[in-house]
């Protein structure tokens, strides 16, 4: 696990896995690994980076979530953890990056990650923070998801 993965850190597929191409799952929703759409695609890859990115839009002091919300998502997020662990045998964990997600796609872009999002975002927040994303970049919708790098 990487708690506060600095955006301008973030490995290349090549460092994380055996080589080749690399898939970043960035869990926005949907935390869990069994019948994931993003998790099976990501397993079609060489490398694959588990990724939950707190934007501070959404968690920080001024954010959109209260306390209750916030507590469940880290207990739930330690779960989902723990199921990569053990998927893995213990070789990988849930990345965490905080800060702006925009920024955190671009970085993954550059460093040649393929990233996939299991379904776009039904909040406002979230439709307006993937159309940030998607602007100079490399961004195309795939039916229930977001493919850049493609």
């Known amino acids: 696990m990487r708690d506060g993965l600095d955006a301008a850190a973030i490995p290349s597929p090549d460092a994380v896995g055996t080589g080749g191409d690399g898939a970043v799952v960035w ?3 949907g935390l869990r ?23 501070p839009g959404f968690y920080g002091a ?16 330690a779960d989902l953890d723990d199921r990569y662990h053990t998927a893995s045998g213990g070789t990988a964990g849930l990345s965490y990056v905080h800060g702006d997600p925009v920024a955190v796609v ?3 872009d550059a460093a040649g990650w393929t990233g996939i ?3 776009p975002p039904t ?3 979230g ?3 993937d159309r940030r994303a998607a602007r100079g970049g490399r961004a195309v ?7 850049w790098g493609a």
């Open 127 to 129: 439709r307006a923070r």
């Open 106 to 108: 671009r970085a993954l």
């Open 117 to 119: 999002a299991a379904r």
């Open 141 to 147: 919708w795939l039916g229930g998801g977001v493919l």
């Open 33 to 55: 690994t069994a019948d994931h759409p993003a998790v099976a695609a990501a397993a079609e890859h060489d490398a694959v980076l588990p990724l939950c990115v707190f934007d």
């Open 27 to 29: 869990h926005r929703d």
């Open 123 to 125: 909040g406002r927040h």
């Open 62 to 77: 001024d954010g959109l979530a209260c306390d209750a919300r916030v507590r469940f998502l880290h207990e739930s997020l």
